[in-house]
């Protein structure tokens, strides 16, 4: 019996500002985590990655847009955290909206490339 490995199909857009990288799939990952946690601490932990890693991502994104995608909260039961701003919300829509485009766009050739993987 042969094992059949699922084939995923996945974009991996990324749009530059100068030398950073403004936003791509890993940034909107951390933008969807921070919005449903709440906390950039949170979100990385959901995410697997460092704190520090995390809030360098969010540092990039707040330098390279009009305004900051991610505001910190200060105060409250827990001493604060953050949230994703209209902007930062925005980013998200956008964004998400451009993938589904594209896959749509590209359904016909996705799967005619998917036909061309060997069998296993």
Do not use: H
């Not at 520090?52 to 847009?65: E, G, I, K, Q, S």
């Not at 949230?83 to 896959?103: D, K």
């Amino acid at each position: 019996m042969t094992k059949r490995i699922a084939t995923d199909v996945r974009f991996r857009l990324r749009i530059s500002k100068g030398a950073d990288i403004a936003i791509g799939p890993g940034k909107i990952d951390l933008l969807e985590a921070i919005g449903n946690t709440g906390s950039i601490s949170a979100a990385a932990k959901t995410l697997g990655m460092s704190y520090r890693r995390a809030w360098l991502l969010v540092d990039t994104m707040n330098r390279c847009f009009q305004g900051p995608v991610v505001a910190a909260e200060t105060g409250g039961s827990r001493g604060g955290g953050a949230r994703v701003t209209p902007l930062g919300a925005e980013v998200v829509r956008r964004y998400r909206r451009i993938e589904a485009i594209a896959l749509e766009a590209g359904a016909e050739d996705l799967l005619a490339l998917k036909r061309l993987f060997a069998r296993r």
